[in-house]
Structure formats: C-alpha cells, structure tokens
C-alpha cells in the first residue's frame, strides 16, 4: 500500500499543478465570469495540499504498518474526489448545489488526519 499512496499522491500532485494552470489560463474567463475563481483556487490548494500528505502516508507506510494510515490514505483520496471535485464542477457550471458536496470531502480529509494522527499515536 506503500506504493500505491506514494504514486497516487505523486500523480495527483502532477494532476493539481496542471489543473490550477488550466485554471489559471484557460479557464479564467469563465471563471471570472461566474466569480469563481476564488473557489477554483480553494479546490486545488486543498488537492495539492492532501496529494502531498498521500506521498507523506506513503513514505510512513514504509516505516510503520498500521490499518489507520491506510484508512486515512483513503480519506484523503475521497476529499479530493469530493471536496476538490464539487469546487471544480461547481466553478465551472455554477451550479451552486454542488457546493453541498464539499462538506463530505472535507469531512474525509479531516477524517484523515485524524487517522493518520491516531495510527502515530498508536505507534
């Protein structure tokens, strides 16, 4: 699982960097036009931010093996697919019931650092 997290948040990291560029470029008429860009950037700092704690989980599973970090590894893929996911939908059709997806992707990355904090605690 190591391998897994390691490479999922390394391709994830490359993903966020060419989904903010794509924003930043390419989108940012539409964006602007919906007042969305602020809410775009939010959805790719928080992918950025928990792509890099799945390369961190993979770098810890190779040092510890607890059943959490795994948990946690899989609540942070989940708030990126939920969290980022709603905010990049949403931005882009400003379809505002999306925003109440958000709230269930950031209940994972919470989740997750909790886990992650409990199976280090448990060490």
């Given at each position: 699982?190591?391998?897994?997290?390691?490479?999922?948040?390394?391709?994830?990291s490359?993903l966020?960097?060419m989904i903010?560029?794509?924003?930043?470029?390419a989108l940012?008429?539409?964006?602007t036009?919906?007042?969305?860009l602020?809410?775009?950037?939010?959805?790719?700092?928080?992918?950025?931010?928990?792509?890099?704690a799945?390369?961190?989980?993979?770098?810890?599973?190779g040092?510890?093996?607890h059943k959490?970090?795994?948990?946690?590894?899989?609540?942070?893929l989940?708030g990126?697919?939920?969290?980022?996911g709603?905010?990049?939908?949403?931005?882009l059709?400003n379809?505002?019931?999306?925003g109440?997806?958000a709230p269930?992707?950031?209940?994972?990355?919470?989740a997750g650092w909790?886990?992650?904090a409990?199976?280090?605690?448990?060490?």
């Open positions: 699982m190591a391998k897994f997290f390691l490479l999922s948040g390394a391709l994830l490359a966020g960097v903010g560029a794509f924003g930043a470029h940012k008429e539409t964006l036009q919906y007042q969305r602020e809410t775009f950037e939010t959805g790719v700092r928080y992918h950025f931010y928990h792509a890099l799945l390369c961190l989980l993979g770098i810890l599973l040092q510890y093996s959490f970090l795994h948990y946690a590894g899989y609540c942070f989940a990126i697919v939920f969290f980022s709603a905010l990049y939908v949403l931005s059709t379809i505002k019931i999306l109440a997806i269930i992707g950031g209940t994972a990355f919470i909790l886990l992650l409990w199976a280090v605690f448990k060490q």
